[in-house]
């Protein structure tokens, strides 16, 4: 996790992230005539300490993303207390599921019918509702998951049959070195074919610090900010 300074110094620092991402998001919002209440800001605290999710919740942000479960789960437990929606926003694998599920209210990485499967069991057995999102492959690079625009109606259509789960929508990630918002103009094509089957699978994930605009003006209804918001990544250093 990341070295931060004191409490005091550290709330203004986010404060003033949130305050500049909420500008942008705003802006974003009225060049593409859209109402500032339709996109959900999910901070996404990788690296980040337990602590830093505490300010953003005193400062008013509700949803909270996380790619790697042994983290997740920590921070998670640590502010059980907060009234947080998780999300899971990484890559997948079944045997983390388990712990996941535990603490998760949607997944948006779903991008195989194996792990429907798992996550449904799991969901069960637990007695959670699991919202689940698919991920959609922009591009050709298997190491950033997802499935591909014309395998995206069977999965949907899974996530919807499965117990103990609900259809979200769909997730995507822009790919490297193409306008985005090309990429995401793609994704609408696909989450609006979703829509025509599952009218309450409303859900798309897109767009971080650096591209969220571009997501904002293609129907992003959720965007996923980490740098912009809590300052670039550095590993703590003893």
Same mark, same amino acid.
């Given at each position: 996790?990341?070295?931060?300074?004191?409490?005091?110094?550290? $709330? +203004? %620092?986010?404060? =003033?992230?949130?305050?500049?991402? %909420?500008?942008?998001?705003?802006?974003?919002?009225? *060049?593409?005539?859209?109402?500032?209440?339709?996109?959900?800001?999910?901070?996404?605290? #990788?690296?980040?300490?337990? &602590?830093?999710?505490?300010? !953003?919740?005193?400062?008013?942000?509700?949803?909270?993303?996380?790619?790697? +479960?042994?983290?997740?789960? @920590? #921070?998670?437990?640590?502010? *059980?207390?907060?009234?947080?929606?998780?999300?899971?926003?990484?890559?997948? @694998? $079944?045997? #983390?599921?388990? &712990?996941?599920?535990?603490?998760? +209210?949607?997944?948006? =990485?779903? +991008?195989?019918?194996? /792990?429907?499967?798992?996550? &449904?069991? %799991?969901?069960?057995?637990?007695?959670?509702?699991?919202?689940?999102?698919?991920?959609?492959?922009?591009?050709?690079?298997?190491?950033?998951?997802?499935?591909?625009?014309?395998?995206?109606?069977?999965?949907?259509?899974?996530?919807?049959?499965?117990?103990?789960?609900? !259809?979200?929508?769909?997730? *995507?990630?822009?790919?490297?070195?193409?306008?985005?918002?090309?990429?995401?103009?793609?994704?609408?094509?696909? *989450?609006?074919?979703? @829509? %025509?089957?599952?009218?309450?699978? $409303?859900?798309? =994930?897109?767009?971080? =610090?650096?591209?969220?605009?571009?997501?904002?003006?293609?129907?992003?209804?959720?965007?996923?900010?980490?740098?912009?918001? /809590?300052?670039?990544? #550095?590993?703590?250093?003893?």
């Amino acid at each position: 996790m990341v070295c931060t300074g004191g409490t005091g110094v550290r $709330t +203004d %620092e986010i404060a =003033s992230g949130l305050a500049g991402v %909420e500008e942008r998001i705003g802006e974003a919002c009225l *060049a593409a005539g859209r109402d500032r209440g339709e996109v959900t800001l999910i901070a996404v605290t #990788k690296t980040y300490p337990a &602590s830093d999710v505490r300010l !953003l919740a005193g400062l008013g942000v509700r949803d909270v993303g996380e790619n790697r +479960d042994q983290e997740a789960a @920590q #921070k998670a437990a640590e502010c *059980a207390d907060l009234p947080l929606t998780w999300h899971f926003v990484g890559q997948l @694998q $079944t045997n #983390k599921v388990r &712990s996941v599920v535990g603490y998760a +209210d949607l997944i948006h =990485s779903v +991008d195989r019918g194996r /792990l429907v499967e798992v996550i &449904s069991r %799991e969901a069960v057995r637990q007695g959670r509702e699991i919202g689940c999102l698919v991920q959609v492959a922009l591009d050709d690079d298997p190491g950033r998951g997802g499935v591909g625009p014309a395998d995206v109606p069977a999965l949907a259509a899974a996530i919807d049959a499965a117990p103990g789960l609900w !259809l979200g929508g769909v997730m *995507a990630v822009a790919p490297l070195g193409e306008d985005p918002a090309k990429a995401f103009a793609r994704l609408r094509d696909v *989450a609006l074919g979703v @829509q %025509e089957r599952h009218p309450r699978a $409303t859900m798309i =994930s897109a767009g971080m =610090s650096e591209d969220l605009a571009e997501a904002v003006a293609h129907g992003a209804t959720h965007v996923r900010v980490g740098t912009a918001l /809590l300052g670039r990544r #550095k590993l703590f250093v003893r």
